[in-house]
């Protein structure tokens, strides 16, 4: 049987991308750069400052700026997503995660959390599950962000966990690719083909039950 499961944030837990995508975009106005939801896509599981990278590429903006402009850009698309992500509630938890989170409890496997986001720990607070985690990496640690394996690892060690005892669950193409290099089973929750090199794919957290998990572990 897994000892443990280890859950992305945005997209697993809660959705958090709508509001990546507001701040970003009202970024991107400010600059001159203008994208829509698709591209948006590109940045789920990435981190802050690699996001700001592929926005200013996609306005061939990307020499255009120093890196402590860079840093007062990222800031300030940060400080209008806490103001979003501060009206976050328990209501704001996809379907079917609370349930699974009892029911991991009940079973005594440990839940960590392997989130890209600095933003985590208020987020999860908001949610009203902080206290349901056994550990959280902190992703300012890691040398390398998803789709390195880093933070999977990181997050298996803080649980004292083998890799090859936990499941990674993850939304995003560069999260399945971050578990898989850390050779861990893992779940996606999304689109099958973006999906394709999870061990198993769900389409919503609806489908993502303690006793699915037990069925495609054997
Ligand atoms: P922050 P995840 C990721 O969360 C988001 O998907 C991604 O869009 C965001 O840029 C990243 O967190 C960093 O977030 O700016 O709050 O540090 O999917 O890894 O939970
Ligand atoms: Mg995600």
């Known amino acids: 049987m897994f000892k443990g499961v280890i859950f992305d944030l945005d997209g697993v837990i809660t959705d958090t991308a709508e509001y990546h995508y507001l701040a970003w975009q ?23 400052m690699e996001s ?11 020499n255009d700026y120093s890196n402590e402009e860079k840093e007062a850009l990222a ?3 940060n400080d209008l997503y806490q103001t979003f992500i501060d009206k976050v509630t328990p209501a704001d938890l996809l379907p079917g995660i609370p349930k699974l989170l009892n029911d991991l409890q009940d079973h005594k496997i440990a839940i960590g959390l392997a989130s890209a986001s600095k933003n985590a720990p208020k987020i999860l607070k908001n949610l ?8 959280i990496v902190d992703p300012a ?19 004292n966990l083998e890799i090859k005892d936990a499941i990674g669950v993850e939304d995003a193409y560069s999260g399945i690719e971050s578990i898989k290099a850390a ?36």
């Open 26 to 48: 009202a970024l991107g106005e400010k600059i001159g750069i203008t994208f829509d939801r698709a591209f948006n896509e590109n940045l789920k599981g990435v981190d802050r």
């Open 52 to 62: 700001l990278r592929r926005i200013l590429a996609l306005g061939g903006k990307e």
């Open 75 to 77: 800031t300030e698309k």
């Open 128 to 135: 009203g599950i902080l206290a349901e985690f056994d550990t």
């Open 141 to 159: 640690s890691l040398k390398h962000g998803k789709p390195a394996p880093d933070i999977f690892i990181q997050a298996a060690k803080q649980l």
């Open 183 to 218: 050779h861990m089973f893992a779940v996606g929750v999304g689109d099958a083909e973006t999906l394709k090199k999870a061990d198993y794919v769900v389409s919503s957290t609806k489908d993502l039950t303690y006793d699915l998990l037990v069925k495609i572990w054997k």
